[in-house]
């Protein structure tokens, strides 16, 4: 069982995928943004992160912190639980 400590959800460093990413997670997020039929590059400028870091967590390289898993979701319009499989 996942005990959080109380305010940990509104810690900008808190990493939404502590046990890391799963195949679908990844699958999930370059899905959600060919979807949209935009680039990495142009996802990536609209959420004022780097192509590069959009990369890595399309490839599963590295976790979003929980602010750019929710921008993501709302950017996709898709809810963080489906996005990540939370639920």
Same mark, same amino acid.
């Given at each position: !069982?996942?005990?959080?400590? #109380? &305010? +940990?959800? @509104?810690?900008?460093?808190? &990493?939404?995928?502590? *046990? $890391? !990413?799963? !195949? /679908? ?11 949209? $039929?935009? +680039? #990495? ?11 590069? +870091? @959009?990369? =890595?967590?399309? *490839? $599963?390289? #590295?976790?979003? =912190?929980?602010?750019?898993?929710? %921008?993501? /979701? ?7 639980? %489906? ?5």
């Amino acid at each position: !069982m996942l005990i959080l400590e #109380q &305010n +940990t959800f @509104l810690n900008p460093e808190f &990493n939404i995928l502590k *046990r $890391g !990413m799963n !195949m /679908s997670v990844i699958i999930n997020l370059k899905k959600a943004r060919k979807n949209t $039929g935009l +680039t #990495q590059k142009e996802v990536a400028e609209a959420l004022s992160i780097s192509k590069d +870091t @959009l990369s =890595r967590y399309e *490839r $599963g390289k #590295q976790e979003p =912190r929980l602010e750019v898993a929710i %921008q993501l /979701s709302k950017f996709y319009k898709v809810s963080v639980d %489906q996005l990540f499989e939370l639920a």
